[in-house]
């Protein structure tokens, strides 16, 4: 047991499954991590709603009081992704209970709270990190790589951009994420928040900055109910309506301490992108692109290159020589690729369940053998075969 | 427990993992899906390594006669993913002890075989189903969608290309895959299957075809050890040498039934194309086209769109309107997006183990939260801002 | 005089009117160029066109009788675009004149009067060209050279697909296009001609081939007037129709001599598609792909690129290095760039014809000029600064 | 001859010739235009320089002096392109002569200057434009007319790029373009200014501004000659350095009067961009996108398209509803096709000269029509057909 981290998480909605996915995932494709995180405890403030969570996404036991959960001596490690205004009472508490911690991005709502957070982390002792997905993108790896080697050469410019559209439409209800109290902020804190770390990641400390921003629709139907991410908008055009507290878009400009000029844009008003996260980087050597809604892409760029054949490279990050990747699939699979077969036994198990057969069945086995061995007889005796010959 | 499937799977490489893969996401992703498999037994001819897939991949018990298995009560269905020229021996005696079947493609070596199969799993009134998994791709079910409900009009053509470049280095040995006997043919089989099967998904059945076939590399160095697909070439070139008796590479031509043409290609010797697996129709109506390196998309034209603004559509293929997308992420968060915290748990847990903070840490959550303030403050005070002051 | 080149030219229709442009860029943009074409004479049955023709591309003189034309002594070359069917005639008595041809292709409606003007030319010992004018551009050039240096290495495939369509609907009329007794044939002749050219161009000579063609719409209403291949469709259904003489579609596969496979496809119905004249070609050291709707770009692959940045780069075609592209505009500056100029002076004489200020008037110089200086006070003075300071 | 608008054009390098050639271009393409201009006078300090541009670009008289010039009553139009900070002088002398003006940007080195010369343009009554000729793209035109018809609706947000990688190299020279006395600024004005002129075209006035600057090489070699914008670093290390005066890199973002947020960047910094001009607009009912290196394309997004085929569609602005584009040449054939003709007869008159054959040659015409006629008979007689037999 002790290659075991016992895993308490607090929350269980978008981040609470996309944790609990990972936590199942990483035994399989990382068998020699050298630990293996044990889905323990899940916590939640709706009882049912939590049990129903622990069941679909495989823990062990759900309760209800996260001021329970982070006491037990069972527990190693606590995932904090619980709505972002809880953030820090949870983690000082976990903390002073010594326990590891995780928490999704924002740490806090404000730099004041993340830094307390951080000091009660660093008092108790204990592992902290924060929930900056992005930067563990295969892609995004070896453009770190490519900086850091040096192979870029020195850094001028960095300009990131996290578009969205999601609540272009006046009549998408007030959702949590647009209220400030809960929120925080708006695109500048769920989006900017992560070109900001890929920024410091990549490229390293910031300077100074100076920046705009704009609510474009300033007052939005209260919602009925609040079902996340995906809540749509009423159709009661009567509805009454609540002011919308935080930025629809923040755009700034930057200054790093190592003299690149970097240009940042969040917005959730980019008709057209679901969700452009995206990046490019300029060097003396080099350049490179990044957009994650082609996540196992990067474009790279060398001068070096010779003369006649210099231009952007699409690399797509899934070779063995890729961070990662060769946990997954065969070089050109791209991550994703598994999905086709859980969609597959998808229909493997509702065709059973409706005692009718799968698509495709063996019919459809048997009729693509007949093609490839019609093409076979028309390679060997030089002539068409039609599939009657079959 | 009626609501259950309990799998037992012959084979644990490179499509046992993917297989195993899905039935463990299907319960998380798709919890209302009317069965849910049961990871039961695993199959395999080496007992160490079939017990370290099933500690892996999370099957309850490994053994390694299938012959045993295929007979045992507690088994509702036989998933076959050992290599190919086993497939119907497995299938034939699995059908006869009543036991649903899932079948990896090729379904057989030949067309006679794989019609004995069929006709086995039909005499004994089973479910029967056959692992073309890329129809499964959420962009593929939307070009699908399209062709049946006829917005795409009546189709001329379709034209499928699936390459790879694994190969091409004449010193990468004589793996089985390049063996006749073992795996009945090359790209042909291999890669060309996929095609044959997604052009009768979408266009429907072939009326004749005509081909032509080439293998490069002649000869290859006989492999010291067989080590799947990524195996090495052997860096001696001395070594003893075996004739390759597969095609590098085939193409053909086709009519299909309803009057459109067709075109195919499959090869291992495309420079720079680790796995291309694409296809365009076009049909009076519109086109789409598919490449698999970009599995969330597919590119849409409708020759009914305005005059000025016809062209192809980049459809990201993460919408509530997609199939299978809502069971996923938010739209624009495309597949695969969830492996990013795969690799965040593992640095978490690597660095856990090592007794380092993980990166990013809570400092990371600081600085972040400090530039996020800082154009907060640019963005009231309206002037730059040093990090500085913060 | 002597590094002068006489021009007759036969046809002044979409090639009489590529070809004079180029008569007219040459000394503009090649002034070194040995020999300078003169655009003497042009050609055409119908007095009044063609001399509107004259007019508008700038020839000296206009004439209606070829016969004449060829015999003229000041006339060094003929330049033959008239309608297919009337080539061979032309060729052959202008060779008989012992002028030098530039002819169009098809060079002829079958192998049988090309030869003979082949025979002909060479008789006459004159010079002889035929305008497979794709191979003119220079990213097609840096395949070439590619190629011939060895840089691809040993070419396994070349894949090529010329596909439109303009004629898809229905009603689209019966044009000369679609007639085999003046056109030769459809797609075949018109499209796939380039692609044989430029696979001959690029790897070398075919030795085998087979095919398949469909003509998709067979009969069509006659067209009221023959109006080239902008024709539109009669909008009266009840038009008389006649019957459609030509391929619609034509798609071959073929063996080269050199060893490597070819796939071909002409298409006019693939929907979405205006002109995509593309092809890719396979090495054992890398691959290149060309589309001629992005004209300026080749994408490139070469095996030997360190393993973690390997994939297709996108060459843009306008440097230095690249044939040609020194003699138009600086890097990057795509071939196209000088037509927003001639747009330019459109609204420039419109407006002055008109007696109102064109646009972009000194106001926007002066409005432009505003924002930069307004930009350049703010970096300055450190704070944002309003246009009405200004 | 009323119909003839007679130019005197003061500059004879890179925009002389781009302007020469529209001149050249605009009776062949727009033969209906209401004015034709006439190629009279060309005008540089350079007596030589100046007479070889006549010759090369079509002009019919050369000279020295433009005060002289701009005297002529055989003159109706001015068009100065020569170095900016000789425009005003010119301009204001010219407009005194009651000659149309022309001015490339940017129009004055400051504002003053620049409102001066308006004022002086005014009081003369005559026509007056800048040379923004980005705006004259067919598809820049095409996302005009979306804007302006509503059917982007409300924008919210502009965001353009100018970026180029031409002066990377440290040991490039310290050309005029690097001296502000003679270039009045570096990226900001000579890049900054097109997009500065495209958001005013397409979104409207500004409002406010802030920005950021940088020279990041400070120091170059000097020229040993002035190359203009094509020089070349000079090879010695040792040469003596002069200081750069200009911006290499300038950013900034915008607030319009109209309410939409802007951000711009120009820089000379940008590995792998040779002249990437890039815009993106987004509105309340649907997106464009553009860059110049695809010039014939506009990326085009609507929110009304149905839910499962919403996604950015490629528009060729070169059909006949896209303005400019009929003149040119059919659908598809992308603004520059024309060039390949060019190179084309550069080959054949090449060939002549040298006195071998032109490639390709009719023997390449005769090669083409065998392999036309082996697939021909093979559709017929449904078989492999060699070259060999033909």
Known sequence: MSNRLRVGMVGYKFMGKAHSNAYRSLPMFFPSAPLQPEMSVICGRNEQGVQEAANQFGWSESVTDWRELVKRDDIDLIDINAPSDAHKEIALEAARQGKHLFCEKPLALSLADSREMLQAAEDAGVAHMVGFNYRFSPAVQLAKDLVESGRLGKIYHFRAFFLQDWIMDPSFPLVWRLQKEVAGSGSHGDLGAHL????????????EVIGMSETFIKERPLAAEMTGLSAKGSSNADAPKGEVTVDDATLFLARFAGGALGSFEATRFAAGHRSTNSFEINGSLGSVRFDFERMNELEVYFTKDEEDVQG?????ATDPAHKYAEAWWPAGH???????FTHEMLELVTAISEGRQPSP????GVACQAVLEAVERSVTERRWVTLEEM
């Open 312 to 316: 952007f490279r699409r690399v797509l």
């Open 196 to 207: 900001i770390d890929l920024a410091r990641f990549l490229v390293g400390e910031f300077q």
């Open 334 to 340: 791209t991550i994703g690729f598994e999905h086709t």
């Open 361 to 364: 069945s063996f019919h459809d």
